[in-house]
T-cell receptor
């Protein structure tokens, strides 16, 4: 079993829909990261969080430490949100040791 | 700041040749990471440096891989000799103090070994 599991693997939505991507992890962490990788390949760090909730524009990330679960929400989705979203965790014992989920490929159709 | 700069963006080389990938981290960031991304295995940490010192290279797949960071503004990842299974996208990332937290990734180098 992978240390970081994401669901769904693929997601197709219509423009304007509310989107949720889930991440579960099985190891002790110091922080959880949400990354975005566009078709061109570049990776952008969206959020780093260790508790509660963070919001940036239409993106919201939440984490439940007790349940070892995080969600990434996108409100009013847009075709430009189409990308692969990757969940990653930094180890509790070494916060430079980052483990990655397999990613969720999101396609938002106009 | 121009961000983390990697070169080249694309590299096609023949099996057996030496390949050198380069990375310039963000000025002031004291940690630098090399990752490899493949379809089969996703993103994997190869090695990271803290204050130019290699801390953990347990992710380096074989002795054919080596990485250096001669100063705070430059790092290289070298593969010698290269093999077709090394074909992947190699990302460099840097990070500042814990309080700042987030990683900044370079655009990656797409390596194809034929």
């Amino acid at each position: 079993k992978n240390e970081v599991e994401q669901s769904p693997q693929n997601l197709t939505a219509q423009e304007g829909e509310f989107i949720t991507i889930n991440c579960s992890y099985s190891v002790g962490i110091s922080a959880l990261h949400w990354l975005q990788q566009h078709p061109g390949g570049g990776i952008v760090s969206l959020f780093m969080l260790s508790s509660g909730k963070k919001k940036h524009g239409r993106l919201i990330a939440t984490i439940n430490i007790q349940e070892k679960h995080s969600s990434l929400h996108i409100t009013a989705s847009h075709p430009r949100d189409s990308a692969v979203y990757i969940c990653a965790v930094s180890s509790r014992y070494n916060n430079n040791d980052m483990r990655f989920g397999a990613g969720t490929r999101l396609t938002v159709k106009p | 700041d121009a961000g983390v700069i990697q070169s080249p963006r694309h590299e096609v080389t023949e099996m057996g040749q030496e390949v050198t990938l380069r990375c310039k981290p963000i000025s002031g960031h004291n940690s630098l990471f090399w990752y490899r991304q493949t379809m089969m295995r996703g993103l994997e940490l190869l090695i990271y440096f803290n204050n130019n010192v290699p801390i953990d290279d347990s992710g380096m797949p074989e002795d054919r891989f080596s990485a250096k960071m001669p100063n705070a503004s430059f790092s290289t990842l070298k593969i010698q000799p290269s093999e077709p299974r090394d074909s992947a996208v190699y990302f460099c990332a840097s990070r500042g103090d814990r309080e700042l937290g987030g990683y900044t990734f370079g655009s990656g180098t797409r390596l194809t070994v034929v």
